[in-house]
């Protein structure tokens, strides 16, 4: 690469600098002669002082650096699996909706005596639905539950926590509250009595076999001792 020197053109300008100072400048022949003369400035400074030629460094690469890590592929919400059955598939769902909806109003609602009787109808309300997903024949058998008493339940704490959260006070708001406060205690032997209901005829199964095996234990010589007894 050139780096062009600045010195001919500086002699340029001192030849006119020059010719104006000493030599006159009144006509053409003289603007003539002063252009000679400062090509000849110009020309002479090139020869006195040429271009000059320098090697630029190229710029150094930088250092190859560590290739980012591959963002990892956004994981797909598993989807909850088919049990096969339908109407199964469908009772879970409902549990999933119902249990989370209870423990939104539970961390909603500040009462410590209305937080732990819905933690009561979370778990109740839980274990009712895997009892019946367990063994689907059950099914019918709490048709009301999942049709009217769950969603009037979950319909009644909404409304609670409507109306609590206004932090306003009155003959309708309290007297709203307050029912529903003392239906609740109510609901919740519903729902533990529907559960119980559950296993009726399991009890009954268990109770008949005792039964038989008392009887045959008896006619062995073991009336009145206890299985657990010498």
């Known amino acids: 690469m ?9 002699f340029v300008g001192g030849t006119w600098l020059l010719w104006a100072l000493f030599l006159p400048l009144y006509r053409p022949s003289h603007y003539i002669m002063a252009a000679l003369a400062s090509l000849i400035a110009y ?13 630029t460094a190229e710029p150094a ?8 890590e591959p963002r990892p592929a956004p994981r797909e ?12 598939d469908a009772l879970l769902a409902e549990r999933d909706r119902a249990v989370g909806e209870m423990r939104r109003l539970n961390d909603s609602i500040e009462d410590p005596g209305i937080s732990d009787q819905i933690s009561r109808l979370e778990d109740t309300t839980g274990k009712i639905i895997d ?26 704490l909404n409304a609670y926590d409507r109306m609590d959260s206004t932090g306003a006070s009155g003959t309708n708001i309290d007297g709203a509250k307050g029912k529903i406060e003392e ?16 296993y009726g005829e399991e ?6 076999e005792i039964k038989v095996m008392e009887q045959m234990l008896a006619q062995e010589g073991f009336g009145g001792m206890t299985l657990g007894g010498q």
């Open 2 to 10: 050139k780096k062009r020197s600045v010195l001919p053109v500086y």
């Open 43 to 55: 020309y002479g400074g090139k020869m006195l002082f040429p271009d000059r030629g320098y090697e």
């Open 61 to 68: 690469q930088a250092a190859p650096g560590p290739e980012p």
């Open 77 to 88: 919400e598993e989807k909850p699996k088919s049990t096969g059955n339908p109407e199964i």
């Open 131 to 156: 009892t019946v997903a367990a063994s689907p024949a059950k099914l019918p058998q709490i048709r009301k539950f999942m049709n009217y008493y769950l969603p009037t339940t979950l319909k009644l």
């Open 183 to 198: 239906m609740l205690e109510t609901i919740c032997a519903a729902f533990s009595r529907q559960l119980d209901d559950l």
């Open 203 to 208: 009890a009954m199964d268990i109770s008949a």
